[in-house]
T-cell receptor, first 112, second 112 residues
């Protein structure tokens, strides 16, 4: 039962460019999270944004949340080859303690 | 730093074998999860444990069981491995909502 859907499915950019990834979800949430996964590895948490926040920054990452549109975006500025990875958004299941539902992910390729 | 470890990075088993995947976390987290990840399907929750000896089925529990005898350890058991259980298995833990999940490095299981 997936709630989050990322867009686009794949993105290829040149090093130094910005990468924007989007996530849409269906039901009300109290937070939304973004994760990164390097090839063949586990997921790493990047950032959590709460439903009462509109924007959050962490280093080169900027996340926005629009609860009226049920969407979030992840912006990576000044991308590097090391940013090449899959990116996932995750939202809590309604009334379901700490379970999350993950989207299928966006594959980002940053060309040197 | 939170550390989640998984017993094997790569595992090859034969159809019908009983398979144990072990996951250990060192941060006294209440909640632990087992996911499988397949291309095009994203992460799917197999089982969830919210306390010692407590477990809850996820989206795809068929063919799997779990054991949580100690807080730090959560085991996934394939009673009789089948080829359609060839996948990447990811373990995660969290102290509780609305916190992030911490993932292990994953076990790539191949069932021949």
């Amino acid at each position: 039962s997936q709630q989050g859907e990322e867009d686009p499915q794949a993105l290829s950019i040149q090093e130094g460019e910005n990468a924007t990834m989007n996530c849409s979800y269906k039901t009300s949430i109290n937070n939304l999270q973004w994760y990164r996964q390097n090839s063949g590895r586990g997921l790493v948490h990047l950032i959590l944004i709460r439903s009462n926040e509109r924007e959050k920054h962490s280093g080169r990452l900027r996340v926005t949340l629009d609860t009226s549109k049920k969407s979030s975006s992840l912006l990576i500025t000044a991308s590097r080859a090391a940013d090449t990875a899959s990116y996932f958004c995750a939202t809590p299941l309604t009334g379901a303690n700490s379970k999350l539902t993950f989207g299928k992910g966006i594959t980002l390729s940053v060309r040197p | 730093d939170v550390k989640v470890t998984q017993s094997s990075r790569y595992l090859v088993k034969r159809t019908g074998e009983k398979v144990f995947l072990e996951c250990v976390q060192d941060m006294d987290h209440e909640n632990m999860f087992w996911y499988r990840q397949d291309p095009g399907l994203g992460l799917r929750l197999i089982y969830f444990s919210y306390d010692v000896k407590m477990k809850e089925k996820g989206d795809i529990p068929e063919g799997y069981s779990v054991s949580r005898e100690k807080k730090e350890r959560f085991s996934l058991i394939l009673e009789s491995a089948s080829t359609n259980q060839t996948s990447m298995y990811l373990c995660a833990s969290t102290p509780g909502p609305p916190r992030e999940q911490f993932f292990g490095p994953g076990t790539r299981l191949t069932v021949l």
